[in-house]
Nanobody
Framework: VQLQASGGGLVQTGGSLRLSCSAS????????MGWFRQAPGKEREFVAA????????YYIHSVKGRFTISRDNAKNEVYLQMSSLKPEDTANYYC?????????????WGQGTQVTVSS
């Protein structure tokens, strides 16, 4: 199993970023997928999830209306479109397979992609 997240960067408050995650080594098209993040000194937290088809989505309250999770099963990719970014969104973002809907996942987590929002 390999999950490679990309698309992070430095952005100002109110800006946008689109994260991508490329998956391999498992049947992506039948797997629920999610995004998690970990800020320095904090535990990893769940951010958003998509069921296998993309027909069911789930978000934590703090990102609802600002973030959108989507997927392309033909490409084995899952995305996180982030807008109206805030400094508190600064973290390393990871994608993972959801093992218990909506917010439980197992590794491997990969290296993630760093998102830094400046105030």
């Amino acid at each position: 199993v390999q999950l490679q997240a990309s698309g992070g960067g430095l952005v100002q408050t109110g800006g946008s970023l689109r994260l991508s995650c490329s998956a391999s080594g498992f049947t992506f098209s039948s797997s629920n997928m999610g995004w998690f993040r970990q800020a320095p000194g904090k535990e990893r937290e769940f951010v958003a999830a998509s069921n296998w088809s993309g027909s069911l989505l789930y978000y934590i309250h703090s990102v609802k209306g600002r973030f959108t999770i989507s997927r392309d099963n033909a490409k084995n990719e899952v995305y996180l479109q982030m807008s109206s970014l805030k400094p508190e969104d600064t973290a390393n973002y990871y994608c993972a397979r959801i093992t218990r809907w909506p917010d439980r996942a197992v590794g491997p987590w990969g290296q993630g992609t760093q998102v830094t929002v400046s105030s």
